[in-house]
């Protein structure tokens, strides 16, 4: 050995990078795609009385941990 990391190792760091990079990117479509169901979501005047900002927000976070991006 000469002290150079073997091809494999170094591959394996790359994947795991990419790997990392592609669950960023999936969690941001996610949130996109919650995000924009939150907006178009048809709700009661009833739903539609009580809609603030915290209770968007504690929707979109069930959503976030309970639905997957398809």
Same mark, same amino acid.
């Given at each position: ?9 170094? #591959? +394996?760091?790359?994947? @795991?990078?990419q ?6 990117? *999936?969690?941001?479509? /996610? ?11 048809? #709700? +009661?005047?009833?739903? @539609? ?8 927000? *504690?929707?979109?976070? /069930? ?8």
């Open positions: 050995m000469d002290g150079q990391p073997s091809n494999a190792i170094s #591959r +394996s760091f790359v994947d @795991l990078e790997e990392s990079t592609n669950r960023e990117e *999936t969690g941001d479509i /996610k949130e996109a795609i919650i995000d924009l169901y939150l907006a178009i979501k048809i #709700r +009661s005047t009833e739903e @539609l009385d009580k809609i603030n900002d915290g209770n968007l927000k *504690t929707e979109k976070e /069930k959503l976030m941990d309970n639905v997957d991006s398809f």
